[in-house]
T-cell receptor
Framework: GNSVTQMEGPVTLSEEAFLTINCTYT??????LFWYVQYPGEGLQLLLK?????DKGSNKGFEATYRKETTSFHLEKGSVQVSDSAVYFC??????????FGSGTKLNVKP | DTGVSQNPRHKITKRGQNVTFRCDPI?????LYWYRQTLGQGPEFLTY????????KSRLLSDRFSAERPKGSFSTLEIQRTEQGDSAMYLC??????????????FGPGTRLTVL
C-alpha cells in the first residue's frame, strides 16, 4: 500500500541553522512527492514537489530530492528563519485521486 | 478567485446532533477532495469528486457521513448522529481541470468540529 513516514517533532533550531526533516515512503506504482507547510492559523500550502526519481523540488530556499533507491524525500534548508516556524507535511500522490500524508513535523525557530 | 473557502470555520455541537459543512473550491477546478485531520496527525483522505460524481470513498467514511456536490461546484459534507470521535479538522481541497497524477491540491482553511 501507500504510506508516508516522517520524523517526529518538534524540531527546535536557532535562526540560520541548517534544517533537515526526514521523510520516507512506501508506494505502489510511481508516486509524485510533495512537501506542504501549515503556518499557525492557516491552511496547508504547497511548498515544493517532485514528480519522478532524481527530481529536485525547490522553493523559498527549501529543497528536497526524490530518491527512489532509498524511498526518501528529505526536506532541507541551509539557513532557517523565525518565519519558517510551522508544521511541515510530507505527502505522496500515487494517483490523481488522493494524497497520503505523513503525521507532520513541527519546526520552531528561535531568534 | 481567492482560493478554496470552507464554512463554518468552527462548529461546536452536542453528541447525537447532525452537522453540515460547505466547501467552495477554486472556480475552474473540477476535482474536489475531503480530508479529516486529527490533532498531531496528517490529513486522511475521506472522499473525492470529479465534477458532480463521487468517485471514491474511504473506509473512514462511515454510514453516518455523506458528501454531495450536486452541480459540480460547491460540496457539502454531512455527519449524522455525531460522536465524540468525530471531533477533528475537516479539510477540503481542489485541483485543476485536466490535472494528472502529479498535480498539487489546493487546500481550504478547514472546519474544526468539536463534539461535546
Amino acid at each position: 500500500g501507500n504510506s508516508v513516514t516522517q520524523m517526529e517533532g518538534p524540531v527546535t533550531l536557532s535562526e540560520e541553522a541548517f534544517l533537515t526533516i526526514n521523510c520516507t515512503y512506501t508506494a505502489t506504482g510511481y508516486p509524485s512527492l510533495f512537501w506542504y507547510v501549515q503556518y499557525p492559523g492557516e491552511g496547508l500550502q504547497l511548498l515544493l514537489k517532485a514528480t519522478k526519481a532524481d527530481d529536485k523540488g525547490s522553493n523559498k530556499g527549501f529543497e528536497a530530492t526524490y530518491r527512489k533507491e532509498t524511498t526518501s524525500f528529505h526536506l532541507e534548508k541551509g539557513s532557517v528563519q523565525v518565519s519558517d516556524s510551522a508544521v511541515y507535511f510530507c505527502a505522496l500522490s500515487a494517483s490523481f485521486n488522493k494524497f497520503y500524508f505523513g503525521s507532520g513535523t513541527k519546526l520552531n525557530v528561535k531568534p | 478567485d481567492t482560493g478554496v473557502s470552507q464554512n463554518p470555520r468552527h462548529k461546536i455541537t452536542k453528541r447525537g446532533q447532525n452537522v453540515t459543512f460547505r466547501c467552495d473550491p477554486i472556480s475552474e477546478h473540477n476535482r474536489l477532495y475531503w480530508y479529516r485531520q486529527t490533532l498531531g496527525q496528517g490529513p486522511e483522505f475521506l472522499t473525492y469528486f470529479q465534477n458532480e460524481a463521487q468517485l471514491e470513498k474511504s473506509r473512514l467514511l462511515s454510514d453516518r457521513f455523506s458528501a454531495e456536490r450536486p452541480k459540480g461546484s460547491f460540496s457539502t459534507l454531512e455527519i449524522q448522529r455525531t460522536e465524540q470521535g468525530d471531533s477533528a479538522m475537516y479539510l477540503c481541497a481542489s485541483s485543476p481541470t485536466g490535472a494528472g497524477a502529479h498535480s498539487e491540491q489546493f487546500f481550504g482553511p478547514g472546519t474544526r468540529l468539536t463534539v461535546l
